[in-house]
């Protein structure tokens, strides 16, 4: 079905190269199975795409634009930038080639970049106060354009770069979940892109000639923790090709009763002769 010709304008202009075609194709096939497993669309519903201006981003919206345009995904799309303030973001990038691309989109003004510069320490991590208040204002949109679900371009190794912060940092087994129900009960978070690898992305919105456009507050920051993981995975993937796959489908894989918590596994209430689903191996 993705090989018929008339494409959506977020396509004009692609790579006609076998290795172009093969990575758009693995990009939506991959998507539509995110969506798939983890139960994400309802047919009817109304997404609030997100839109930063970087290569996840773009990568979410074409997926998701293009799922769309063959049938394949029964929801509405808006997608939607929050202008955070920052000085010398370009304001007319986003808007200028979402309605070059014929796409329906909000831009939202909120300069949460000075009450960041405020509150937070020089020095100090600003993406965690960032991160909150650009959501709760993702969540406020989305109920004023009557949106059930805001998705967010996090892909496979953002969630896997997650699971190592929280272990190392955080003393607990968790990682991004592709779909949560939000504190309030009314607003689903979605992330289709979590079988994505960040090279996909990468190489995707250059290859479409994406315009970029790079993150000047958290992105411009050096020796965060979740830089330094990012290197120990680029290390580790340098020395063992395809071993972030392999951790990322361990993820899949959790097995409580080979673990440490009793709170997910009875252990005490154990009994010999007892089917368990699962021996030592």
């Known amino acids: 079905m993705l090989d018929r010709t008339d494409i959506h304008p ?9 290795s172009f075609r093969k990575l758009r194709k693995r990009i939506v096939r991959d998507t539509r199975a995110a969506i798939a497993d983890f139960g994400m669309a309802r047919k009817g519903d109304r997404w609030l795409v997100c839109l930063s201006g970087g290569k ?19 929801v ?19 808007p200028d080639f979402l309605s070059r691309m014929g796409v329906p989109h ?9 009450v960041v ?7 100090a991590t600003m993406c965690a106060l960032c991160s909150r208040l650009r959501r709760g204002n993702l969540y406020r949109i989305a109920r004023e354009e009557g949106c059930s679900t805001v998705v967010l371009g996090h892909h496979r190794d953002d969630i896997l770069e997650t699971f190592f912060l929280n272990l190392f940092h955080g003393g607990r087994l968790a ?5 949560l129900l939000n504190d309030e009960g009314d607003l689903f978070v979605a992330r289709p892109l979590a079988y994505i690898s960040e090279d996909d992305c990468g190489r995707f919105a250059q290859a479409l000639g994406y315009p970029i456009i ?11 923790q979740r830089q330094q993981v990012k290197r120990m995975l680029d290390q580790w993937e340098a020395a063992d090709p395809g071993r972030r796959q392999r951790m990322f489908r361990a993820l899949t894989c959790a097995d409580p009763s080979h673990l440490l918590d009793g709170r997910k596994f009875d252990f005490a209430g154990l009994a010999a002769g007892a089917a368990r689903g699962g021996d030592m191996p």
Do not use: H
């Not at 509405?76 to 986003?94: E, K």
């Not at 510069?117 to 020095?123: A, E, F, L, R, S």
């Not at 990682?175 to 779909?179: G, L, W």
């Open 175 to 179: 990682a991004m979940p592709p779909r």
């Open 76 to 94: 509405d799309l808006l997608a939607c930038n929050l202008d955070q303030g920052q000085p010398g973001f370009p304001a007319t990038v986003l």
């Open 10 to 18: 977020l396509f004009d202009g692609a790579p006609d190269s076998v």
């Open 56 to 74: 996840d981003s773009y990568t979410l919206l074409a997926a998701l634009t293009e799922l769309r345009w063959r049938g394949l995904l029964p």
């Open 214 to 224: 790079p993150c000047d507050l958290c992105g411009s920051q050096d020796g965060l």
């Open 117 to 123: 510069m405020d509150k937070v320490p020089q020095g």
């Open 106 to 114: 909000r831009i939202d003004y909120r300069d949460t970049y000075s």
